[in-house]
């Protein structure tokens, strides 16, 4: 089992920063992504980016050259730096790890409890 846990969310002014932490800890054998998903009120979660094992990034077409993803792989850690927010940017953000216990284990994905960003206009 992993658990994840968020911290960096808030308020802030449009065209502010947020930087957005989350730390991965339990049984890990290997982490095969580590990323961000959002969630606005009534709908479904959105990829925001990830980053693979292999270092590749990926983002959300609207947060690419704004948001910038990082990890810190010894203490099993994902970073989102988030510039230029956007009001309706304002969501719940989530951290999702894809992780194995084992070898011989199945890839399995787990999720954070969420973190608040208000960006106001």
């Known amino acids: 089992q992993v658990q994840l846990v968020e911290s960096g969310g808030g308020l802030v002014q449009a065209g502010g920063s947020l930087r957005l932490s989350c730390a991965a800890s339990g049984t890990i054998f290997k982490i095969h992504a580590m990323g961000w998903y959002r969630q606005y009120p009534g709908q479904l979660r959105e990829f925001v980016a990830n980053i693979l094992s292999d270092g590749t990034e990926q983002y959300h077409e609207s947060v690419k050259g704004r948001f910038t993803i990082s990890r810190d792989i010894a203490k099993n850690m994902v970073y989102l730096q988030m510039d230029s927010l956007k009001p309706e940017e304002t969501a719940v953000y989530y951290c999702?790890?894809?992780?194995?216990?084992?070898?011989?284990?199945?890839?399995?994905?787990?999720w954070g409890q969420g973190t608040q960003v208000t960006v106001s206009s």
């Open positions: 999702n790890v894809f992780s194995q216990p084992s070898l011989t284990s199945p890839i399995s994905d787990y």
